[in-house]
C-alpha cells in the first residue's frame, strides 16, 4: 500500500507504508570474485523469498577489501558486478546497495555506493570521508552521500567510516531518507564504534539505520567487526548478527518513523527554528559574548 507524498530534494511519486530491509553479512575473499557474488546471490534470494524488498551488502564484498589490490580490481559502471547484481535485483525484485571500487572514464578510482533495482542501475555515489590507507588509493567524492528513491522508499546511502559523521546522515534524512543504508568493512578493534554510531544516527534522526559489514579476517589484512544491524528509529536495536556469515532482516513501519519523531523532535525542532543558531547578529550579541567570556576568563 502507499500513499502519494512529494518529499523535498527527492523525486518520487509516492511513499510506501513498511519498509522490509535486510542486510547481509559476508567473509569476502580476495580474488575469488565469483565465489563472492554466489555466496551473496544465496542470501539475496533467501531474503526475497520471505519478503525482504531492500537489502544492503557489505562495502567492497565482491573483490575483497585489498587496498594493495585496488588498481587492478577497480571496475567501471556497468561492469561486471553492477551487471550481476543488476540481474540479481531483477530476478528478485529487491533493491540491492553496496560500495564497489569503481573507476572513471578518466581512469579515476573511487569507492562508490550502488544501487541497482529490478530495472537497473539506479545510481552510484562516491565516498567521500576515506578511513586511513584508503586515502592512498582512492578519490574523495564531491560531496558524502547519496539519497535515491526506490520503489520500496527513499534510502540515503552512507559508505562505513562516513556513518561517523552525523552532518552527512542529518542532511539526507532532512532531505527525505526514510532508510540509511551502510555497506561496511568496519575494523573489529572498534566494534564500540560501530554499535555506538548506528544506534546514534537512527535515534537523531528517527531513521530506519540498516549497516552491513564485512566479517572475518581478509589474508594477512585487517579483522572485521561483523555485528550487521537493523536500528529502529526510536534508536533501538531491531535485529543485530554476531560475527557469522549470513543475514538479518526487519520489517519497520512508516508509522513508527512518525512516532519516533514526534517522541524525539530533533527534526522538527531543528526546521521550527530554523537551525542550530540564530541567522542575525546584533551589537547586543556581541555584548552579551564579551560578558560570557569574562566571566570564564
Same mark, same amino acid.
Request: proline share 3%; glycine share 10%.
Given at each position: 500500500?502507499?500513499?502519494s507524498?512529494?518529499?523535498?530534494g527527492?523525486?518520487t511519486?509516492?511513499?510506501v507504508?513498511?519498509?522490509?530491509?535486510?542486510?547481509v553479512q559476508?567473509g569476502?575473499r580476495i580474488?575469488?570474485?565469483q565465489?563472492?557474488?554466489?555466496?551473496?546471490r544465496a542470501?539475496?534470494?533467501?531474503?526475497?523469498a520471505?519478503g525482504?524488498?531492500?537489502i544492503v551488502?557489505?562495502?567492497?564484498? =565482491?573483490s575483497?577489501?585489498?587496498l594493495?589490490?585496488?588498481?587492478?580490481?577497480?571496475?567501471?559502471v556497468?561492469?561486471?558486478?553492477?551487471t550481476a *547484481?543488476g540481474a540479481?535485483? @531483477?530476478?528478485?525484485?529487491?533493491? *540491492?546497495v553496496? @560500495?564497489? =571500487?569503481?573507476?572513471?572514464?578518466?581512469?579515476i578510482?573511487?569507492?562508490?555506493?550502488? %544501487? %541497482?533495482?529490478?530495472?537497473?542501475?539506479i =545510481?552510484l555515489?562516491?565516498?567521500?570521508? *576515506?578511513?586511513?590507507r584508503?586515502k592512498?588509493?582512492?578519490?574523495p567524492?564531491?560531496e558524502?552521500g547519496?539519497?535515491?528513491?526506490?520503489?520500496?522508499?527513499?534510502?540515503g546511502?552512507v &559508505?562505513c567510516?562516513e =556513518?561517523?559523521f552525523?552532518?552527512?546522515?542529518r542532511d539526507? %534524512?532532512q532531505?527525505g531518507?526514510?532508510? &540509511? @543504508?551502510?555497506?561496511?568493512?568496519?575494523?573489529?578493534v572498534?566494534l564500540?564504534?560501530?554499535?555506538?554510531?548506528?544506534?546514534?544516527?537512527?535515534? $537523531?534522526n528517527?531513521?530506519v539505520?540498516?549497516?552491513?559489514? *564485512?566479517t572475518?579476517?581478509t589474508g594477512?589484512?585487517?579483522?572485521?567487526?561483523?555485528h550487521?544491524?537493523i536500528v529502529?528509529p526510536?534508536?533501538?536495536?531491531?535485529?543485530?548478527?554476531?560475527e557469522s556469515?549470513?543475514? %538479518?532482516?526487519a520489517?519497520?513501519?512508516?508509522? $513508527?518513523?512518525?512516532?519516533?519523531?514526534? $517522541?524525539?523532535?530533533y527534526l522538527k525542532?531543528? @526546521?521550527r527554528?530554523g537551525g542550530i543558531?540564530?541567522t542575525?547578529?546584533?551589537?547586543?550579541d556581541? $555584548?552579551?559574548?564579551?560578558?560570557?567570556?569574562?566571566?570564564i576568563?
Open positions: 500500500m502507499t500513499a507524498a512529494r518529499l523535498r527527492v523525486d511519486e509516492s511513499v507504508d513498511t519498509f522490509d530491509i535486510a542486510v559476508t569476502s580474488g575469488a570474485w565465489q563472492n557474488i554466489d555466496a551473496v542470501e539475496v534470494q533467501a531474503l526475497a520471505s525482504s524488498k531492500v551488502l557489505p562495502e567492497l564484498f =565482491a575483497g577489501y585489498d594493495d589490490g585496488v588498481e587492478t580490481m577497480a571496475e567501471s556497468p561492469g561486471r558486478t553492477s *547484481l540479481l535485483a @531483477a530476478e528478485t525484485d529487491t533493491v *540491492l553496496t @560500495a564497489i =571500487a569503481f573507476r572513471d572514464a578518466d581512469g578510482v573511487f569507492d562508490s555506493s550502488l %544501487v %541497482v533495482g529490478p530495472g537497473g542501475l =545510481a555515489g562516491h565516498k567521500r570521508f *576515506l578511513w586511513d584508503e592512498s588509493v582512492f578519490t567524492g564531491a558524502s547519496l539519497l535515491v528513491s526506490t520503489p520500496f522508499g527513499t534510502i546511502v &559508505i567510516y =556513518a561517523g552525523p552532518e552527512t546522515v539526507l %534524512v532531505r531518507a526514510d532508510v &540509511i @543504508a551502510v555497506p561496511s568493512a568496519f575494523g573489529h572498534r564500540h564504534v560501530w554499535k555506538l554510531l548506528t544506534r546514534s544516527r537512527a535515534l $537523531e528517527g531513521v539505520v540498516a549497516a552491513a559489514g *564485512l572475518g579476517q594477512d589484512g585487517p579483522r572485521f567487526a561483523g550487521s544491524v529502529g526510536q534508536g533501538r536495536t531491531i535485529v543485530e548478527m554476531d556469515v549470513g543475514s %538479518v532482516s520489517t519497520v513501519t512508516r508509522r $513508527e518513523l512518525l512516532d519516533a519523531r514526534d $517522541e524525539v523532535p525542532d531543528l @526546521a527554528l543558531t540564530e542575525r547578529t546584533t551589537e547586543n556581541h $555584548e552579551r559574548n564579551r560578558d560570557v567570556r569574562s566571566a576568563s
